[in-house]
């Protein structure tokens, strides 16, 4: 069945440093979404992406369809950043269907 | 395919009607969230259950839902009388450590007309 793996788990940055969050698609995916979990338990969309590539300040996402992958890179990562991050994609086929990652616990510190 | 199994995958309602989605978290895991996503933007937090207990909830979900998780397989989610406003896509999500990691559904895409 369609699934998404993302990698790394858990990942520590020191501030300042940057790094990327990667998820593998087992099949072809229409689209993919970039979430971060607020305090709340609220998931805030980052980006949305059916193809190419997308910034927004000192995140930037990347999904390639056929390649079946996308990323998110934080550069210049502030403490503020610290925080779940999840990807969810949308299947190709079998009408709508959103299958999300298992996310990324990422720790930023001094 | 998902861990978490949500029915039906499709509902379509009659603003004023009733509707009731469920969800079967992963065996195993305490803790159930339910989401609420329109147009494919954020993931609104709706309620949270811990070991079956309600433990959060925002202001809507009071007044509007009803949602239980009579057991540790099988949670719902009902809103008591529909309005058009709540066309969205309704993600359960069970964890077995608190939030930390996630696993969701497939949803299950509401339509009120």
């Known amino acids: 069945g369609d699934q998404v793996e993302q990698s790394p788990s858990a990942l520590s940055l020191h501030e300042g440093t940057g790094s990327a969050l990667r998820c593998n698609f087992t099949t072809t995916m229409r689209a993919v979404q970039w979430f971060r979990k607020n305090s709340r338990g609220s998931l805030i969309n980052l980006f949305y992406?059916?193809?190419g590539t997308k910034e927004n300040g000192r995140l930037k996402s990347a999904f390639d369809s056929k390649e079946r992958y996308s990323t998110l890179h934080i550069r210049d990562a502030q403490l503020e950043d610290s925080g779940t991050y999840f990807c969810?994609?949308?299947?190709?086929?079998?009408?709508?269907?959103?299958?999300f990652g298992s996310g990324t616990r990422l720790l930023v510190s001094p | 395919d998902a861990a978490v199994t949500q029915k039906p995958r499709y509902l379509i309602k009659m603003k004023g009607q009733e509707a009731e989605m469920k969800c079967i978290p992963e065996?195993?895991?305490?803790?159930v969230f339910w989401y609420q996503q329109k147009q494919s933007k954020e993931l609104k937090f709706l309620i949270y259950?811990?070991?079956?207990?309600?433990?959060?909830q925002i202001d809507m979900v009071k007044e509007r839902f009803s949602a239980v998780c009579p057991s540790s397989s099988l949670c719902s989610l009902g809103i008591r009388t529909c309005e058009a406003e709540d066309s969205a896509l309704y993600l359960c999500?069970?964890?077995?450590?608190?939030?930390?990691?996630?696993?969701f559904g497939s949803g299950t895409r509401l339509t009120v007309l």
């Open positions: 999500s069970s964890s077995d450590r608190g939030a930390e990691t996630l696993y």
């Open positions: 065996k195993g895991h305490t803790a």
């Open positions: 259950f811990q070991n079956q207990q309600p433990l959060d």
């Open positions: 969810a994609a949308e299947a190709g086929t079998g009408g709508y269907k959103v299958v």
């Open positions: 992406l059916a193809s």
